[in-house]
């Protein structure tokens, strides 16, 4: 099992709408949770850090759920400019630098 | 603002040729990943380096090597290039307290 799985998509969905995807991690003990955006041939950048609360950055809301394992990321009212694909990031131990990707969920926001 | 930069942005190798892809960052930070991205994997580690002095095997290591020749620098060998090695590589860097990635802007290496 991968350490760290998202489901690659493609998700296409028109302009306004909320979406919503998910990324399930294997190890229990992990302890920091990431959302990375990256646009086509160029390089990840960080969207948002995922806090055991929950939190949100505009129109992002990122969750985490320690007992199912799980992160999730939720946009509204998405903008064409939102097409990307978005990578889960889990560190898994603390105190440990190495930082695991997933495989990235593409996103295609249609006019 | 430099940032993390990587060279070259190109190469062509011939199936056991060697070469050293470069990574260098002015942030001061002590940790350095080297990852190679694939259609339909994501991001995979290859190497990362704690800190000066330190390096450690990520996911998938086989066929390379790294140094991290100080702070700044952490550099990845391919020292007998296979077509398998056919990716788009990524440095990046990280701060001791700032959970954020800094990212080169990537290599695309072809092995033919």
């Given at each position: 099992r991968k350490e760290v799985e998202q489901d690659p998509g493609p998700f296409n969905v028109p302009e306004?709408?909320?979406v919503a995807f998910n990324c399930t991690y294997s190890n229990s003990a992990s302890q920091s949770?990431?959302?990375?955006?990256?646009?086509?041939r160029k390089e990840p950048k960080l969207l948002m850090s995922v806090y055991s609360s929950g939190n949100e950055d505009g129109r992002f809301t990122a969750q985490l759920n320690r007992a199912s394992q799980y992160i999730s990321l939720l946009i509204r009212d998405s903008k064409l400019s939102d097409s990307a694909t978005y990578l889960c990031v889990v560190r898994l131990n603390?105190?440990?630098q190495k930082l695991v990707?997933?495989?990235g969920t593409r996103l295609t926001i249609n006019p | 603002?430099?940032?993390v930069t990587q060279t070259p942005k190109f190469q062509v190798l011939k199936t056991g040729q060697s070469m050293t892809l470069q990574c260098a960052q002015d942030m001061n930070h002590n940790s350095m990943y080297w990852y190679r991205q694939d259609p339909g994997m994501g991001?995979?580690?290859?190497?990362y380096s704690a800190s000066e002095g330190t390096t450690d095997k990520g996911e998938v290591p086989n066929?390379?090597?790294?140094?991290?020749?100080?702070?700044?620098?952490?550099?990845?060998?391919?020292?007998?290039?296979a077509p398998s090695q056919t990716s788009v590589y990524f440095c990046a860097s990280k701060g001791q307290r700032n959970e954020k990635l800094f990212f080169g802007s990537g290599t695309q290496l072809s092995v033919l």
């Open positions: 306004g709408a909320t949770f990431f959302w990375y955006r990256q646009d086509c603390q105190g440990a990707f997933g495989q | 603002n430099a940032g991001l995979r580690l290859i190497y066929g390379y090597n790294v140094s991290r020749l100080n702070k700044r620098e952490f550099s990845l060998r391919l020292e007998s290039a």
